[in-house]
């Protein structure tokens, strides 16, 4: 079985779990949860109905936002500049975006993160930001 989606708006990084202690407790929360929240809504939409069940190969495309610097000014604002790159090499790093996908995908799109075997990504700068998400179920023989 093969997944396609496709989640508009800006990718979302996975952002380092926090602790802290209160009244003599330790506790621990995720700073990441409203974004996943919001994500989850966004991919519901086009999820499969059910979860893949075997080894899954996974493609991740991030598009980011392009900065302002990208773009000519004057009469020729909105147009691109000549110079102005494809691949975004700016932080947040490309394994926290595959973390956050990873985490919101568990139970929607497979039953565990474990089921990937098969990883492919890319972070490119673009006019519409979105995450676009293929899966493909593997065969488990031979």
């Known amino acids: 079985m093969n997944v396609h ?8 990084a996975q952002k380092r779990h926090r602790s802290g202690s209160r ?4 506790y621990t929360y995720d700073p990441s949860s409203s974004d996943k929240a919001d994500f989850l809504v966004l ?5 499969p109905k059910s979860p893949l069940q075997g080894p899954i190969s996974l493609l991740c495309k991030f598009h980011c936002t392009r900065p302002k610097a990208h773009f000519k000014t004057g009469k020729n604002a909105g147009q691109l500049k000549p110079t102005a790159p494809i691949w975004c090499q700016t932080r947040p790093d490309i394994d926290n975006y595959l973390k956050f996908i990873m985490d919101c995908a568990n139970k929607i799109l497979f039953n565990d993160d ?7 990504m890319s972070k490119t ?3 519409s930001p ?3 998400i293929y899966l493909e179920e593997l065969d488990n023989i031979g």
């Open 5 to 12: 989606l496709t989640v508009k708006g800006e990718p979302k």
């Open 43 to 47: 991919m519901h939409n086009s999820a």
């Open 23 to 26: 009244n003599g407790k330790s």
């Open 125 to 127: 700068y673009s006019i």
């Open 130 to 132: 979105r995450v676009e």
């Open 114 to 120: 474990s089921q990937v075997v098969k990883v492919e």
